[in-house]
Structures are given as structure tokens and as C-alpha cells.
């Protein structure tokens, strides 16, 4: 089951997101679940949040790997959304 994570940083948590970058990058590498992923880039160009797609088998195990993230652990984020996804193009 696909299922796409749409995460937006806080405000002026940019910092946060650069010091946590290679505990995230560690982690989406180590779970073998992400389809693909980047993140999401604000007028400036600078990161400003997550899109995640997971390949897991339900919503349970796509709110575990969230809940497992380091970016999450560190409180980096205002908002998270997940939502089933299909992929239909790429």
C-alpha cells in the first residue's frame, strides 16, 4: 500500500531541519519502506517540510515509520498528513 506523508516545519525551524538531516536521511534509508521521497521547498528555495511516500502494508505501519522519524522525534513539524496514494504516472 502506497501512502503518500505530507509534513510542513514549524516556522523558523529551518536549523532544526539541517541539524536532524542525516539522522532523517539514516532513517529512510535503514526501514527499506520509502518509495520516494524529498523535501518540500519554500518561495525562498530553502526546505520547509517532508513528502514521503511509503510502501507499507497499512495505515498503522505509515503512522509507525512517522512516529519513528528523527525529523518527528525532534519536533520538527507543524502538521502531518497521511493519506493512501496511487501511483498512476512515473
Keep these: ?3 503518500a506523508l505530507i509534513a510542513k516545519d514549524k ?3 529551518l536549523q532544526l531541519r539541517k541539524d536532524n538531516r ?3 536521511l539514516a532513517y529512510v534509508e535503514s526501514t527499506g519502506v520509502v518509495h520516494m ?3 518540500l521547498l519554500d518561495d ?3 526546505m520547509c517540510g517532508s513528502l514521503v511516500v511509503l ?3 497499512d495505515m498503522d505501519a ?3 515509520w512517522a512516529d519513528g522519524d528523527p525529523y518527528a522525534k525532534a519536533g520538527l513539524f507543524d502538521s502531518v498528513e497521511l ?3 496511487k501511483k498512476v504516472i512515473g
Excluded: K, N, R
Design 37 to 39: 521521497a524529498g523535501p
Design 1 to 3: 500500500m502506497l501512502i
Design 83 to 85: 493519506s493512501a496514494w
Design 22 to 24: 542525516a539522522a532523517h
Design 44 to 46: 525562498a528555495g530553502e
Design 11 to 13: 516556522t523558523g525551524a
Design 62 to 64: 505509515a503512522q509507525a
Design 55 to 57: 510502501d507499507v502494508a
